[in-house]
């Protein structure tokens, strides 16, 4: 989008809470999630709480399990930034001369992640965050006089980084 471009619209009905299929599915992933960053096996728990107390309704809690719920706020359509992965394994100094080697330096792990270069270029085209960006470092002060520390970009360590990082690039 172009710099000056006016936000886009959301025509999407009110009711509309794509993909969960209501409110309450929506609200349980954000609280569950994003709010309380509750453990699968915690999620796990409260599902099954709730569809125990639902069972004589006939009815059931709004995910499976912890798995039901991530794949469907992994199938969100905004962003549409992909999660990728590769494995890796210790490749430093091993224990000498006949020592056991600990099971994790043999391990392999997965590394999941989203790319940062895409993810930061998302958050800044994204009309809501609109002027909630600080993009350099400044200095404030108060009208006595005496510095005034909001936030990172207000601060001496990045003011210095920004400061040298001019004068070397000059």
């Known amino acids: 989008m172009p710099s000056n471009a006016p ?21 349980f992933a954000d609280f569950a999630f994003r709010r309380n960053q509750m453990s699968a096996g915690d999620i796990d728990v409260l599902l099954d ?8 309704h006939g009815d ?10 991530n794949e ?6 905004l962003g549409d930034v992909r999660w990728q992965s590769f494995t890796t394994t210790y490749n430093g100094e091993r224990p000498q001369n006949g020592e056991d080697v600990p099971s994790w330096m043999d391990a392999e792990y997965d590394v999941w992640f989203r790319d940062p270069h895409t ?3 998302n958050l800044l085209s994204n009309p809501d965050f609109d002027g909630e960006f600080d993009y350099v470092p400044y200095k404030e002060f108060e009208p006595n006089g005496d ?8 601060g001496d360590w990045v003011w210095s980084q920004a400061v040298h990082e001019h004068f070397l690039s000059t």
């Open 7 to 27: 936000p886009t619209r959301n025509d999407a009905p009110a009711d509309d809470w794509t993909p969960f299929r209501d409110r309450l599915e929506f609200e």
């Open 49 to 56: 709480l709730w569809a125990a107390s639902l069972f004589r």
């Open 60 to 69: 059931c809690p709004p995910y499976a399990d912890h798995v039901d719920m």
């Open 72 to 77: 469907t706020i992994d199938s969100i359509p």
């Open 119 to 121: 993810l930061v270029c």
């Open 147 to 154: 510095r005034r520390f909001q936030n990172f970009f207000s």
